[in-house]
């Protein structure tokens, strides 16, 4: 009989809304399982080659201000209903890509950075609770 089990993907997978890029609906998935499904109003990136591109380092910069801008942009040019980028309009940006120990390195640090931020998010957040039981 074989196995339900899921198996785990090896390449993480990068989610970007195509609709109303503004809105900053995007993320990042760190261990995709094999055949998962996501909504058609999302674009899925994955990086073939690990040799060439850090996931990590790709999805932050997609994630600057400067590229939703620009996303925004093309978005509102469309011609739906609504503003609407397509995966194309993704592959089409031009991305500078600095060498892979240099992508690795920046993805490294601002994962730290983020890792640390979440972390004081929840202190606060206990902190919080906390003074609200106090008084």
């Excluded at 992508?103 to 983020?114: E, P, T, Y």
């Amino acid at each position: 009989m074989p196995s339900r089990a899921k198996q785990i993907v090896e390449k993480d997978m990068i989610l970007y809304s195509c609709v109303r890029p503004n809105l900053k609906h995007y993320g990042i998935i760190k261990q995709p399982l094999e055949n998962m499904v996501c909504s058609t109003g999302f674009a899925t990136l994955t990086i073939e080659n690990k040799e060439y591109a850090n996931a990590d380092f790709l999805y932050y910069n997609l994630t600057q201000e400067h590229y939703i801008n620009l996303l925004h942009t093309i978005a509102s040019t469309s011609t739906s209903s609504y503003p609407s980028i397509t995966p194309d309009d993704l592959l089409d940006l031009d991305l500078a890509l600095p060498p892979l120990s240099i992508q690795n390195n920046i993805a490294r640090i601002l994962s730290v950075l983020d890792s640390k931020i979440e972390l004081n998010n929840r202190i606060n957040k206990e902190l919080e609770n906390l003074a609200k039981l106090l008084y």
